[in-house]
């Protein structure tokens, strides 16, 4: 039996290589009645905001919140991530993605601290990354984790990615 969670975000990519930890959310989600976030890593570039520009004006934030729907994802250009969303959705589950607009550990946690998030999936690939370290407490990104203090009630899963 799973541990019953209220908010779970799931690392996932546009590409399917992490279709898995996509997958294992949804099935988190399902069998705890959680709220999923899927926090796509592939909008953070070096380019631009994730984001139309105009979203990232003042007052963008009481707008859209910190979550996006189908609708809006449309909007960013993000179709395969608001399939994703709907997906979700048709399976029961209350559905949700963020674009974050950089691909730091530290941006993530941040995020599921703002999110109330308790569990967190991430793939076997970021091990080498440091991000799986980090929320381990690895001394080296002690000063992150000491700013960051929600993050410790979050639980992390790591979910084996094929090579």
């Not at 799973?2 to 996932?12: D, K, N």
């Not at 599921?112 to 091990?127: G, N, R």
Request: hydrophobic share 40%; charged share 25%.
């Amino acid at each position: 039996m799973s541990a019953q969670h209220h908010c779970i975000i799931a690392y996932v990519g546009e590409d399917g290589r992490y279709d898995v930890v996509r997958d294992r959310a949804m099935a988190e989600a399902t069998s705890s009645g959680a709220r999923l976030i899927l926090y796509d890593a592939d909008a953070a570039t070096r380019l631009g905001e994730p984001l139309p520009s105009w979203w990232s004006g003042e007052g963008a934030e009481e707008l859209y919140g910190n979550r996006l729907g189908p609708a809006e994802l449309e909007k960013a250009g993000r179709a395969s991530v608001a399939r994703e969303v709907e997906r979700g959705r048709g399976l029961g589950i209350d559905t949700w993605a963020w674009l974050p607009s950089s691909h730091g550990a530290s941006d993530l946690a941040d995020y599921a601290t703002k999110q109330h998030a308790d569990l967190l999936i991430v793939p076997s690939d970021l091990e080498h990354h440091g991000l799986t370290g980090w929320f381990k407490g690895t001394p080296s990104l002690e000063s992150v984790v000491d700013a960051i203090d929600a993050v410790e009630e979050t639980s992390l899963l790591v979910v084996d990615v094929p090579a």
